[in-house]
């Protein structure tokens, strides 16, 4: 068969490694802390109040911004929690996930030359979205194991053409956070420039250790510049229903929309419904969730303490990162892939959160499972 021929906008991507991996773990039927979602679901209060929804006949299409009573919770509780109110009708867009909240985010405001500041090791979209614009991704790298960002050299980075920083906190894969002071410099060093922020804040309610997410939110002097991003699939363990949100200005939501309206148009409608009512019932819920997860945490490195891996410091999300040196000299890819087939537990290696593969030798593991997961896994990995 003819095929037609045509150039590739993305000729170095393949099937992301979050695929791959959990492909790997069902072959070989091993225990999969790869992939980040939860293997418990979710409240039944919460799929009770959606499948109201339903049979009350919510089924069509929401408005494209998004449901206006979801829009007036999401107000309600971004004020409580950091002290911004949004407006619910002009500053407030309901997204199919984060994920297409920052699609359309960077496709909103980069054109073909624009730089974008990318921290690695980073989310895997960032960098294709930015190449399908047009935009020249400049990465930062963070340095293991401290993972942390040296604003003096960040700002090297900056130039005429950089059009946007792209933020990730609490930070996948690495599980740091940003601090106030974090934010601070980064308000100075971009505060007479036109830069925005695409602050991807998904985890934004699992923090540990009595630490405070720093939100951009927070700041006043950045939320004018800011693309503020998060997920209920991370908060409320349901990831399958793909609803985030994006909170940002009036002139950024303007083109934010412009986007959004043809990529999904619209989310779920009932899945909607029934958010909104349990943000407006079951709050403390989602105010008690790191408290859920830093439980998970310290079980986990618990079971984990008589092993050969070395943990790394976890301040936040559910992926804890464990240096694996003392065990192998094998790159982290193919040490993933061995104990995915040969040893029974599926982890993501880091490297494949740098464009350019760094290898520290570190591998991801997921802690949002049931006890009885982690046990498993635990009890497994303490003899490699």
């Known amino acids: 068969m003819n095929f037609p021929h045509f150039p590739s906008k993305l000729p170095q991507t393949g099937t992301s490694i979050f695929t791959v991996m959990s492909a790997l773990a069902q072959k070989h039927q091993a225990i999969n802390l790869s992939q980040g979602f939860p293997d418990f679901d979710c409240d039944r209060s919460l799929t009770y109040m959606v499948n109201q929804a339903i049979k009350h006949g919510h089924n069509q299409y929401a408005p494209m911004p998004g449901l206006p009573w979801l ?100 930070h996948n894969p690495t599980g740091t956070i940003l601090h106030e002071s974090d934010i601070r410099q980064l308000a100075a060093i971009i505060k007479d420039t036109q830069i925005m922020i695409v602050s991807d ?41 793909k609803l985030g949100y994006c909170l940002a200005p009036p002139p950024l939501t303007k083109e934010l929309r412009k986007v959004h309206q043809f990529v999904t148009f ?43 891996f070395e943990p790394i410091p976890c301040s936040g999300t559910y992926f804890q990162l464990m240096k694996y040196d003392q065990i192998s000299d094998k790159s982290d890819t193919e040490f993933s892939q061995w104990l995915t087939s040969e040893v029974g537990v599926a982890c993501i290696p880091v490297s494949v959160f740098y464009r350019s593969g760094k290898d520290n030798k570190i591998v991801r593991f997921c802690f949002a499972k049931e006890d009885e997961t982690l046990e498993k896994a635990a009890e497994i990995l303490v003899k490699v």
């Open 71 to 170: 829009k007036e919770e999401i107000s309600a509780f971004t004020q409580e929690c950091y002290g911004t109110t949004y407006d619910p009708e002009t500053e407030i867009t309901i997204t199919s996930g984060a994920t297409e909240a920052i699609y359309c985010a960077i496709t909103a405001t980069v054109n073909e030359g624009d730089e974008v500041i990318v921290i690695e090791p980073a989310y895997d979209s960032y960098i294709p979205n930015i190449k399908l614009n047009g935009g020249s991704p400049v990465c930062y790298t963070l340095e293991a194991p401290d993972f942390r960002i040296n604003w003096d050299h960040f700002k090297r980075l900056i130039t005429n053409h950089t059009r946007l920083i792209i933020l990730n906190t609490p």
């Open 201 to 241: 804040e998904v985890y934004e309610h699992i923090i540990f250790d009595g630490k405070q997410h720093q939100s951009i939110s927070r700041f006043p002097e950045l939320v004018s510049r800011s693309f503020v991003i998060s997920s209920f699939g991370k908060t409320l363990h349901t990831t399958g229903w």
């Open 266 to 308: 619209s989310t779920s409608t009932p899945f909607q419904h029934g958010v909104a009512r349990y943000m407006k019932e079951e709050k403390e819920k989602i105010i008690q969730l790191k408290h859920f997860y830093q439980a998970k945490r310290d079980l986990f490195l618990s079971l984990m303490k008589n092993s050969r």
